[in-house]
C-alpha cells in the first residue's frame, strides 16, 4: 500500500479503527456519512426521532438486509429515522428525506472507497446503481438553484438526480468513474 492511501485510511477511518475487520471499517463508513449529513442536520438534531447510535446501527442493519444493493426505497425506509414526516418546529418543509439520502448516499462513496477493506467475504456491491450525495456544492455544480439538500422531498432529488444523469452523460468519464452510476458526479466535482 502506498504513502498516500495508508494516509487517507488513517485520516479517515482513524488510528482506532481496525483495517483488518471489515465490519468495523463498514460501521466507520456509516459513522463518517453520519457526520457529513449532521452539516445541516445538527440543526434539526433535536428533533430526530432516534439517537445517532440507532440512526448507525439502522442504516448498518439495512445495508446488510439489502445485500448492499443501492435502493430509492433504502433513502425512503431511512428518512423515518429522522422525522414522522415534516417537523412543525417553525420550518415546516424539513423532511427527513434530504438528510436520509445524504447518509445513504455518503455511505455507499465511503463502501466504495474502501470496499477492498470492507468486502472481503462479501461481494462487491454494484456501485454502478449509486445517485450521487447531494448538498450545497454538488447542488451548485449541476446549476440546480432554489433548493436545499436537507429539505429535499422524494420528487426533487428524483429531478435532480435525473439532471445529474443527463450532465454525466456529456462528460468523458475514465473507466473507474464510469462504473458508479451517478456517484461519479461526486467524484468529478469534490
Keep these: 500500500m502506498d504513502w498516500k492511501r ?3 485510511e488513517s485520516s479517515l477511518l ?13 460501521l466507520k463508513c456509516i459513522d463518517l ?3 457529513d449529513m449532521m452539516t445541516a442536520g445538527r440543526y434539526y438534531s433535536s428533533s430526530f426521532l432516534y439517537t445517532r447510535e440507532q440512526i448507525c446501527r439502522a442504516t448498518n442493519d439495512a445495508l446488510k438486509n439489502c445485500d448492499y444493493a443501492f435502493s ?11 422525522f ?3 417537523i412543525g418546529s417553525g420550518n415546516k418543509y424539513v423532511t427527513g428525506y434530504g438528510l436520509a439520502q445524504k447518509l445513504i448516499n455518503m455511505t455507499f462513496k465511503y463502501l466504495y472507497v ?6 472481503i467475504e462479501h461481494t462487491v456491491p454494484n456501485f454502478s446503481l449509486c445517485d450521487c450525495p447531494l448538498d450545497s456544492i454538488i447542488l451548485n455544480k449541476a446549476l440546480i438553484k432554489g433548493l436545499a439538500w436537507s429539505k429535499l422531498t422524494a420528487q426533487q432529488y428524483q429531478d435532480c438526480q ?5 450532465l454525466l452523460k456529456s462528460k468523458l468519464l475514465d473507466s473507474e468513474l464510469s462504473k458508479l452510476g451517478n456517484l461519479a458526479f461526486d467524484f468529478l466535482s469534490w
Design 114 to 119: 474502501f470496499s477492498d477493506l470492507v468486502f
Design 33 to 35: 456519512a453520519y457526520k
Design 14 to 26: 482513524g488510528q482506532s479503527t481496525n483495517k483488518n475487520k471489515p465490519t468495523e471499517v463498514q
Design 6 to 8: 495508508s494516509f487517507l
Design 84 to 86: 414522522n414526516d415534516i
Design 72 to 82: 430509492k426505497d433504502l433513502i425512503q425506509n431511512t428518512s423515518s429515522l429522522f
Design 162 to 166: 435525473e439532471k445529474i444523469s443527463t
